[in-house]
């Protein structure tokens, strides 16, 4: 029985820190809600901001929420050159050694030190989903696209939880090689 889950693809955006949000916003300043994202408590917020690196800017940046415990600034690897930072292929909260950026919003800047990744690409799912996938949190595998352009991505990440949703991500530039788009259905290989 083929083990089949839809694909999505992420592109660049930034989740902020409270603080950083008070930085680039306003003291106090609470995420506008644009639309809810397909991971429960996850969302698209009406706020953008401005990526300022060393040899260049990409303008109007979308912010998701909530806010988190750090901020992470998750780009597209041709985004990595444009700005003129090291493109770092990371796991989400994996940030340490990782190059850093400014963030202008309409109230302040924010200089990063680290936080820029290109998002290692992962599948989301409920615990109940890992079960019958027979996979765990943390496990590596392997899932196939379907159609003309059918490719097998490898060194996926599987992240359980009791909040997730069944859903893999791989960021735009990947799924438009792959010929893929919202929702397709791919094949969990182990």
Known sequence: MALKLP?????????LSQ????????KGY????????????????????????????IKGVRVLGPVRGSTQVEILASDAFKLGVEPVIRNSGDLDGTPGLKIVGPKGEVELDKGVIVAARHIHMHTK???????????????????VRAVVFENVLIRSGDTHALEMHVDLEEGNAAGVKNGDMVELIK
């Open 129 to 147: 989903d890992a079960e019958q996938f027979g996979v765990k949190d943390g496990d590596i595998v392997k899932v196939r696209t379907e159609g």
């Open 19 to 26: 603080e950083d949000l008070d930085t680039l916003f306003g």
């Open 30 to 57: 609470k995420l506008t809600i644009k639309k809810d994202l397909s991971q429960p408590g996850q969302y698209a917020c009406e706020e953008k901001v401005d990526l300022v690196g060393p040899k260049g800017s």
């Open 7 to 15: 694909i999505a693809l992420s592109n660049r955006h930034v989740h």
